[in-house]
């Protein structure tokens, strides 16, 4: 599309003279006399670039510009001013105009100022799909995260956000968890509504009540005014039930009852108060592993996890080491009003390797003390904390039967890794095995060679979305 420039000026032999030698450069121009002639036309198509007299009887040149601004906020400006009137150019270039020419000029001065903020034009936009780009793919507001499993639970948050869906979050300790809660709650229509959170693991079965569903005047002992519950301060917003496998028994029947019929009763009290509130869940534990022994009850379990969001334990994610470093780095740097650069190749080495049992939180806290403790330019010294191990390291190790001959075994296992590592990656690229072998860094023959051995049907994968 060619460039679309409004010209504008009071003297009409100088705007023919400029259209002519802007028409043979190839810009479509259009010419206005005064500030109203202009707005016409700008209310009537959009331009690129307003050119405009700064002096004319009615409205000013800048005064114009800022007009225009507000039809189209992505149009530029320049300004042609007479001879001497520099500081009113200035102040305009203060107010976001592009360029501006003294008068008289050459055709040449006014062509290649028009160039220039072509030129601009392109680069900022150019920045900004880049910028919308890196934001989509690394991060989901403060969320960092572009390996494949985090993009999957963004877009997951995406589509969740909007509705009213109850959410459950799985995923260990320090994964991120109540972060994605928020983000849900503040990517959602209850956004201006209130954000409520309960630590359902760190209170006791009555204290705990009291805080979920209020109490009325003299309740109990002590219960000298009655309190409204955290059901009733989330009303309209999210209400957001940490280590909601830690509820007892008797309260998730209470907590069952407030779903199924989004009311609930203050302890003590006689009467039900409605209240609407989404729920998010989380938890740590093994949720499946208590309902099967019965301490969590299966109808409440179905009630809240209508959408089920697992996190990844960062190991498995270990692609996202270097962007959060970097992430973390910049916010110490904000809090310790430091400088730091970045981490050295060989501590970036031993935070890649490192099994993270704490997860995100300790890649914080890590960092932190590495921070504290570094007076150069980088980190160059990580120091991980035994606070994290865990208890049991056999956890992470393959199950083994030795009953079968090493050999054997291994061959099996062998294959079975083989074709899970296959199905994942042609998942991931839709099927395309060239796409995939770049990926594996594998010949693409010795790909096929194998997708044959294993009977995998590609289709499965070209078919999706
Ligand atoms: N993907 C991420 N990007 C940036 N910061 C993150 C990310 N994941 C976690 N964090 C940060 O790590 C810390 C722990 O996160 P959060 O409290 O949400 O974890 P959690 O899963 O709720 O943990 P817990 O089970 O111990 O309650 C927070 O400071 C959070 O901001
Ligand atoms: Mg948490």
Redesign the pocket.
Known sequence: MKPRILLVDDQVSFCRHAKTILVGEGYETTLAHDAGQALEKLSGQSFDILVTDMKMPGMDGLALFMKARKMDSDISGIIMTAYGSISSAVDSIKQGVSDYIQKPFEPEVLLMTIEKTLRERRMIQEIHHLRQAVNQRYSYG????KNHK?QDVFHLIEKVAPTASRVFIT?E???????VAKAIHFNSPRKNKPFVGINCGALSETLLETEMFGHEQGAFTGAARCKQGKFEYAHGGTLFL?EVGDISPALQVKLLRATQENAIERVGGNHSIDVDVRIIS?T?QDIQEKIKNRSFRMELFYRLNVVAIR?PPLRERIDDIPL?VN?FIQTLNRKFDKNIQGASTRAMKQLMQHNWPGN??EL?NVLERAFVTTDGAVIDVVEFSHSFQRPVETENLYPVDTDIPFKIAMAMVQQRFEKSYLLETLKQCGGNVSKSSEKMELNPRTLWRKIKEYQIDRSEFTSQE
């Open positions: 403060n969320i960092i995260g985090m995923g300790t320090g994964v991120g968890k109540e972060l940490d989380a740590n996190i959060l992430h995100v939180r914080e």
